[in-house]
Nanobody
Framework: VQLVESGGGLVQPGGSLRLSCVVS???????DMWWYRQAPGKEREWVA?????????NYADSVKGRFIISRDNAKNTVYLRMNRVKPEDTATYYC???????WGQGTQVTVSS
């Protein structure tokens, strides 16, 4: 099983970024997918989740209205579109399959001018 995140980097406050997580080794289309993040010195926190058919989507209050989670089951990929980013969004972002307890290696996002 592999989960490989990409798309992180340095972005200015108010800017946008799209993270991707490509998975392999399990039937992606059957599982909820989750995004988490962990800032330096803080606990890992849930950001967003999406059901297999994208009918159920949930967001943490801290990102609601700014971030968009989506998935492409044909590409075994889950995305996190980050809009109007803030310095407090700076963190390492991880994708996660809760049912299987698999994590990706993370991608770093830094929001700074």
């Amino acid at each position: 099983v592999q989960l490989v995140e990409s798309g992180g980097g340095l972005v200015q406050p108010g800017g946008s970024l799209r993270l991707s997580c490509v998975v392999s080794g399990f039937t992606f289309s059957k599982f909820d997918m989750w995004w988490y993040r962990q800032a330096p010195g803080k606990e890992r926190e849930w950001v967003a989740s999406i059901s297999p058919g994208s009918s159920r989507i949930n967001y943490a209050d801290s990102v609601k209205g700014r971030f968009i989670i989506s998935r492409d089951n044909a590409k075994n990929t889950v995305y996190l579109r980050m809009n109007r980013v803030k310095p407090e969004d700076t963190a390492t972002y991880y994708c996660y399959v809760e049912s299987l307890n698999y994590w990706g290696q993370g991608t770093q996002v830094t929001v700074s001018s």
